[in-house]
């Protein structure tokens, strides 16, 4: 069994940072590529970042320029850097990764999501 762990979330006041965390465990193979996703209230859930297994990101448009992904392959972990919050990034965060359990097939997981919350 495979589960992601999000940790960093929190209430954090406009131009400020935060950084978030996610670790995957259990009976993994591989990863591919992991990524951050986001839902506010209303909306649909958009990605945020994404980093595969060689290192290359692509963002979201609204997060260029303040947003870095990166991960550490050796402990199976995701992190976002995130620089200069606005009110817009207030939202629920949301880990995925696609994980490679056996030497045939693999899938997408999610972990349960963190609150961030920009705000005076």
């Known amino acids: 069994q495979v589960q992601l762990v999000e940790s960093g979330g929190g209430l954090v006041q406009p131009g400020g940072s935060l950084k978030l965390s996610c670790a995957a465990s259990g009976s993994i193979f591989s990863i591919n590529a992991m990524g951050w996703y986001r839902q506010a209230p209303g909306k649909q859930r958009e990605l945020v970042a994404a980093?595969?297994?060689?290192?290359?990101?692509r963002y979201g448009d609204s997060v260029k320029g303040r947003f870095t992904i990166s991960r550490d392959n050796a402990k199976n972990t995701v992190y976002l850097q995130m620089n200069s919050l606005e009110p817009e990034d207030t939202a629920v965060y949301y880990c995925?990764?696609?994980?490679?359990?056996?030497?045939?097939?693999?899938?997408?997981?999610w972990g349960q999501g963190t609150q961030v919350t920009v705000s005076s």
């Open positions: 995925n990764a696609f994980i490679i359990t056996g030497l045939i097939g693999g899938r997408a997981y």
């Open positions: 980093i595969t297994s060689g290192a290359t990101t």
